[in-house]
T-cell receptor, first 113, second 113 residues
Framework: DQQVKQNSPSLSVQEGRISILNCDYT??????FLWYKKYPAEGPTFLIS?????DKNEDGRFTVFLNKSAKHLSLHIVPSQPGDSAVYFC????????????FGQGTRLTINP | DAGVIQSPRHEVTEMGQEVTLRCKPI?????LFWYRQTMMRGLELLIY????????DSGMPEDRFSAKMPNASFSTLKIQPSEPRDSAVYFC???????????FGPGTRLTVT
C-alpha cells in the first residue's frame, strides 16, 4: 500500500522555465509534508516543507502547494537551473506515526540548457 | 557541524559474511533513522531510535538484521549472515524533536556477492 505516490518517474524542463513536480497521498492523517532533493552518490537533502494548516510555503525559487481536499501537493521551481537536475522525493508525516516519514518513489528532474 | 557521518561508504562482501554499517548523527538530534534504498522498493524505513531507544523496528526485514545505538553519537546496523538480496544503499538520518526534517548521511553502498 503506497501512501505517497509520485506518478511521474521523470520530468524534463528547459532552463529558465518552471518545473512542477507532483505528489499524491492517501492517508488523511498526514499533517506535515516535505520535499527532498537527491544527487547521485549522495544522501537526500531537505528542500522545503509545509504543514497541513497551510496551503502554500515559499523559499526563494521553491514553492510548495498543498491541496488537502485533493490530497495533492506540488513543488514549483522557478526559474529552473541546471543544478536543479536531481531526483526529488516527497515525504509525509502522520500524526499517528510520530517522527516517521513516508517517502514517494521519486521523480528524476532534468533541466536542459 | 559535519552532518551525518556514515562508514564505510562502500562495502563488498561475500554471502554469509557479517556486515556492520556505522553512523554518527548530528550532535543534539534526538532521533536516528536507518533506511534502505533499492530500485524495487524505493526508500524504506528499517528502524528508528529516540534518545538511543529503539521505537519502531517494524521495517527490519528479518532476524538477520539488527541495530543498536549505545550512545547519542553512534549507531550500528548489522546484517548476519548477509545475502545477495541485501545489496542496496543504506542511509542513516537524524532529526531534532521538532521540526520533522530529517538530515541524511551520504549512504553506504552494500554489495553482497
Amino acid at each position: 500500500d503506497q501512501q505517497v505516490k509520485q506518478n511521474s518517474p521523470s520530468l524534463s524542463v528547459q532552463e529558465g522555465r518552471i518545473s512542477i513536480l507532483n505528489c499524491d497521498y492517501t492517508n488523511s492523517m498526514f499533517d506535515y509534508f516535505l520535499w527532498y532533493k537527491k544527487y547521485p552518490a549522495e544522501g537526500p537533502t531537505f528542500l522545503i516543507s509545509i504543514s497541513s494548516i497551510k496551503d502554500k510555503n515559499e523559499d526563494g525559487r521553491f514553492t510548495v502547494f498543498l491541496n488537502k481536499s485533493a490530497k495533492h501537493l506540488s513543488l514549483h521551481i522557478v526559474p529552473s537551473q541546471p543544478g536543479d537536475s536531481a531526483v526529488y522525493f516527497c515525504a509525509a508525516r502522520s500524526i499517528q506515526g510520530a517522527q516517521k516519514l513516508v517517502f514517494g518513489q521519486g521523480t528524476r528532474l532534468t533541466i536542459n540548457p | 557541524d559535519a552532518g551525518v557521518i556514515q562508514s564505510p561508504r562502500h562495502e563488498v562482501t561475500e554471502m554469509g559474511q557479517e556486515v556492520t554499517l556505522r553512523c554518527k548523527p548530528i550532535s543534539g538530534h534526538d532521533y536516528l533513522f536507518w533506511y534502505r534504498q533499492t530500485m524495487m522498493r524505493g526508500l524504506e524505513l528499517l528502524i528508528y531510535f529516540n534518545n538511543n531507544v529503539p521505537i519502531d523496528d517494524s521495517g527490519m526485514p528479518e532476524d538477520r538484521f539488527s541495530a543498536k545505538m549505545p550512545n547519542a553519537s553512534f549507531s550500528t546496523l548489522k546484517i548476519q549472515p548477509s545475502e545477495p538480496r541485501d545489496s542496496a544503499v543504506y542511509f542513516c538520518a537524524s532529526s531534532p524533536s521538532s521540526p520533522y526534517e530529517q538530515y541524511f548521511g551520504p549512504g553506504t553502498r552494500l554489495t553482497v556477492t
